[in-house]
């Protein structure tokens, strides 16, 4: 696995495999073990996720979607189980030794106790936490919990940015440290002339030996309302600043150690003063790469907001820090969980806007969870339904909504007021969300169908009903249309 | 503001404020306020669904607030079923009033004299009592409206013992029917609120607001906590329970799309003023105010087959501290031209900017910026380090035009005119500023009215029929 981190995080280039998708999520089942008893909330679910295109998960309270989610960076709550599945993403299975992870204890009074084994979950946070943050990152749906309320907004994206990517960071500095004015001068003038791609501007910095500056005069290129002399300005002052030779040796030691501070290195940094030399300049340098990341975040007032704390910013600001958060160690998959629900339409379309673009930018995948038809339909390329820990329903965006083919789906679809008709009743949905204690038997959605029949007392197949399509229902069941999840 | 025939009017507010104070810890300061409400009329007729819409912290909730008194207002009047004649002849003499020559004779006295009568926000306890009788609120989220020590017949039956209804078998009998009308049979009464769904709990909350059969309900997002299956079944429930009480609402929803399902009127507010009112379809399929079409443009639409294009606003909702002047949506509106109520900071800002930002090649050569200073209101001036040549005059001059065309810079078309001083070493811009005013609420068309500038000054419809086309908001699905 380390090998695998170290191969994307040397490389802004993305090695794209066509096929495999990015994501694989199989037969996951998740328990949550209470005084009450234990709530089935996840039963058996599978989807994938592809590289760069956005998968949306619709449902309602309660029915799993952010457990899911959680699930795959592994953040599954205290009282919570994988009992079953796997969870493969480029290449690793992030649910590989679920059975270590825990054990059940039957009480005599009939209750169930959860004991963990904690030498086990030690294990798999030192292995997760090189993937959870750096390839895979999540956006929350209330920025005012998810955020520190006691660090400024450019603290907490710095920490991201040291955490998981420092070796990137010290390359930056070395790579200025060698550029001269010949080079940058070429590097200015090339730009100029035409507008280079991501891939031509990585060969001539890799020609220059300058790779480290990549992520510098990208930003600088892409700014929109520079003009072109002032971006040449903006690049040959990348040679200005050169780090101290007590410094420059420590963050050649830095790099060579991979990020981890060398021993003899341990007791200056411990010094007020001294630090501001050697790990004082990381975290300064990291602050840079943070207003980089706020500008590209369409961030008012970048400058300020970076030394600004949480409670200092509106909503959509707040969420714009957590954005930048996110994709602040280029991750492949970007999860985003209800990112807009707690913001006004005029913002949410500032929001998805934004979430557009830098999935583009980025190549990223994006996992969106929302209840928000409305909002899924606006950026999903294609999306499962989930009801009651199940996805009873995958298909493209315009063929889920032409063609809804389970129940539920269009009971859900019909349930929103359209924008354009007026209608006297809205249609429902009767009845109210299953308790997952004692879920019904067979098909989760039975008691409140109005399609119900005998056959659905037993839990329905996955049945492909179309190009992409897959449906969890006995209403297209026949057995020689069953598919593999 | 009209009050069309026909129907009788329910309540009317006018002029209501609401200001809110912030305590700042200083004595002898003046106390800072937030402007939540500022100075709204408007009119409910018996029956009828008027919708409040709107960005969080606009200030619809303390509407729907202050319309029950709830809280104190800072000022207005509020009249509930008073007489058509009061009513006009307290707009008259408040018009009056407010003229600069007024002369304070004995009509101050005459427009205490109906307030006393007649608004609720005078009223004294008995009366206020028969109000609260009459009206009735249900409020977001059923989780904190509903005391969790009590069982669901005491939680309905509450209000009927404060105001006693009647004897507790008859009490408990009509809340019983209550609950049986709003979708809950009598294996509910004696349950406790944690043990219901959010939906279920929503319904009793409606329960207890109809539980003394009141005329008006506020209806302050009810649907905003629940799900969407669950959120069908309360708005059919609204709307059968309004048709078979004939009840009035105020529909208060930062959703417009269910806001559009439930009411025959809307009102647009922003920033503690109403911008827009008119009638449902009118004000979703012809939105007159900027801000209005830019808000309808970004409703997410669950339809993936209608792609339109989005007006997305800069920036957001302004703080109300320190509410813009003129019209307060200018700083964001993307029409907005010389009297929406630019002042000096603003316009400076955008000045020292486009002057600062070299994107004109001829422009490169000025002299550097070394202070702006801010006279009044309307007049702000610019020292440059040097003196600047004719020729540089009719450059800023050009360069103010092509940001205005160009990039949408709305604050320069406030510029009047620029003199320069070139006597001293350092060379002095003055810029004078176009007055603003407050736009007012203005009937457009029918009962459509909205507090725009682009419909007094002129121009009004050709702008906004382009605005229309480029969000493509008449674009609905047709295939």
């Not at chain 2, 407010?98 to 306890?125: T, V």
Request: proline share 5%; aromatic share 6%; hydrophobic share 40%.
């Amino acid at each position: 696995m380390t090998q695998e981190v170290e191969l994307s995080s040397s490389t802004n280039l993305r090695q794209d495999v066509a096929d495999e998708p990015l994501l694989r999520v199989r037969n996951l089942r998740i328990s949550f073990i209470t005084r009450a008893g234990r709530i089935q909330a996840i039963n058996d679910v599978s989807f994938e996720v592809r590289a760069r295109e956005v998968f949306g998960l619709v449902g309602e309270t309660g029915c799993g979607k952010s457990q899911t989610a959680l699930a795959v960076m592994r953040l599954t709550p205290e009282a919570g189980v994988i009992e079953r599945g796997e969870i493969w993403f480029v290449g690793n299975n992030l649910a590989k030794n679920i059975s270590n992870e825990f054990k059940l204890i039957n009480k005599k009074n009939g209750q169930v106790k959860l004991k963990r084994n904690k030498s086990q979950l030690k294990r798999l946070n030192a292995e997760v936490s090189e993937i959870r943050g750096k390839q895979i990152s999540m956006v929350f749906q209330e920025p005012m919990t998810s955020l520190n309320p006691v660090y400024t907004a450019g603290r907490q994206i710095s920490e991201a940015l040291i955490r998981h990517s420092i070796v990137s960071l010290i390359d930056r500095m070395l790579a200025r440290n060698r550029a001269t004015e010949e080079k940058l001068k070429e590097i200015a003038d090339l730009t100029a002339r035409s507008r280079l791609s991501e891939e031509e501007l990585h060969g001539l910095l890799k020609r220059l030996g300058l790779e480290g500056l990549q992520d510098e005069l990208w930003f600088i290129l892409s700014k929109k309302d520079m003009p072109l002399a002032e971006k040449k300005a903006l690049i040959l002052q990348l040679g200005r600043s050169k780090p101290k030779a007590v410094t420059l040796r420590f963050l050649v030691r830095l790099k060579k150690s991979g990020g981890r501070i060398p021993f003899n290195y341990r007791i200056l940094n411990g010094m007020p003063v001294v630090r501001k030399l050697f790990v004082g300049v990381i975290e300064k340098e990291a602050l840079n790469a943070s207003l980089e990341l706020l500008s590209l975040v369409n961030m008012p007032n970048a400058g300020n907001v970076l030394h600004q704390y949480p409670h200092e910013l509106s909503g959509g600001m707040r969420q714009r820090v957590m954005i930048a958060m996110a994709i602040a160690t280029k991750p492949k998959l970007i999860i985003v969980d209800e990112p807009t629900s707690a913001l006004d339409v005029t913002v949410q379309a500032q929001i998805l806007e934004l979430l557009r673009y830098l999935k583009d930018t980025f190549n990223a995948a994006i996992l969106f969870i929302s209840h928000d038809l409305g909002v899924i339909s606006e950026i999903c390329d294609r999306l499962a339904v989930m009801y009651a820990g199940n996805i009873v329903e995958v298909a493209s965006l315009t063929e889920l909504f032409e063609n809804p083919k389970h129940p539920y789906t269009r009971g859900l679809l019909a349930a929103v007021p359209k924008y354009g008709e007026k209608r006297e009743t809205l249609q429902t949905i009767d009845g109210t969300v299953p308790n997952l204690i004692d879920p019904p038997k067979g098909c989760r959605f039975r008691t409140r169908c109005p399609q119900v029949f005998d056959r659905c007392s037993q839990g329905p197949p996955w049945i492909q009903v179309g190009k992409e399509h897959c449906v969890l229902c006995w209403l297209y069941g026949d057995s020689d249309k069953h598919v593999e999840q | 503001m009209s009050n069309s025939e026909g129907e009788s009017i329910l309540l009317q507010g006018i002029r209501l404020k609401k200001y809110f104070p912030i305590r700042t810890g200083k004595v002898f300061s003046k106390q800072p306020q937030v402007h939540a409400v500022d100075g709204i009329d408007f009119f409910i007729k018996k029956g009828e669904v008027v919708g409040v819409v709107g960005e969080s912290g606009c200030g619809k909730t303390t509407l729907g607030r202050l319309v029950l008194r709830l809280i104190e207002p800072t000022s207005g009047a509020l009249f509930f079923e008073a007489s058509r004649d009061v009513v006009k002849r307290y707009i008259e003499l408040n018009e009056l009033e407010c003229s600069p020559n007024a002369k304070r004779d004995n009509r101050l006295a005459e427009l205490r004299a109906i307030e006393k009568a007649y608004s609720i926000f005078r009223s004294g306890r008995k009366n206020l009592r028969k109000y609260r009788k009459e009206t009735q609120i249900v409020f977001q989220d059923p989780n904190s409206s509903l005391d969790p020590r009590m069982r669901i017949k005491e939680i309905v039956a509450e209000p009927l013992k404060a105001h006693r209804y009647g004897k507790n078998e008859q009490i408990y009998e009509r809340a019983t029917t209550l609950l049986e009308d709003c979708g809950l049979g009598p294996q509910f009464v004696n349950r406790f609120p944690h043990e219901l769904s959010g939906g279920q709990r929503q319904r009793v909350a409606i329960a207890r607001a109809l539980a003394m059969s009141p005329q008006f309900v506020v209806l302050d997002e009810p649907t905003s906590a629940l799900d969407v299956s669950v959120q069908a079944q309360i708005l059919n429930l609204l709307k059968k329970l309004k048709n078979e009480f004939n009840l009035s609402f105020l529909f208060i929803s930062h959703h417009l799309i269910v806001v559009r399902y439930m009411s025959d009127r809307i009102l647009v507010m922003y920033a503690g003023e109403i911008v827009e009112v008119g009638k449902t379809e009118e004000v979703f399929t012809a939105p007159l105010h900027p801000y209005t079409i830019a808000l309808l443009s970004s409703v997410p639409v669950p339809d993936p087959k209608t792609k339109r294009e989005r007006i997305i606003l800069q920036g957001e909702v302004p703080n109300l501290v320190f509410p813009p002047k003129g019209c307060r949506f200018h700083p964001r509106c993307p029409y907005a031209f010389e009297p929406c109520g630019w002042t000096s900071a603003e316009v400076m800002n955008a000045f020292i900017t486009v002057l600062s930002s070299g994107k004109y090649p001829p422009m490169t050569k000025l002299p550097a910026i070394l202070h702006g200073t801010i006279v009044d209101d309307f007049t702000f001036t610019i020292e440059l380090n040097g003196n600047l040549s004719p020729n540089d005059e009719t450059e800023i001059r050009r360069s103010l035009k092509m940001e205005i065309k160009d990039l949408g810079v709305r604050a320069l078309t406030a510029v009047k005119d620029i003199q320069i001083d070139n006597s001293k070493a350092t060379s002095i811009v003055a810029v004078n500023l176009h007055e603003y005013k407050k736009p007012k609420l203005n009937q457009v068309k029918g009962d459509h009215s909205v507090a725009c500038h682009i419909y007094t000054e002129g121009g009004g419809e050709i702008v906004i029929a382009q605005a229309r086309k480029e969000s493509s908001l008449l674009v609905s699905r047709q295939t």
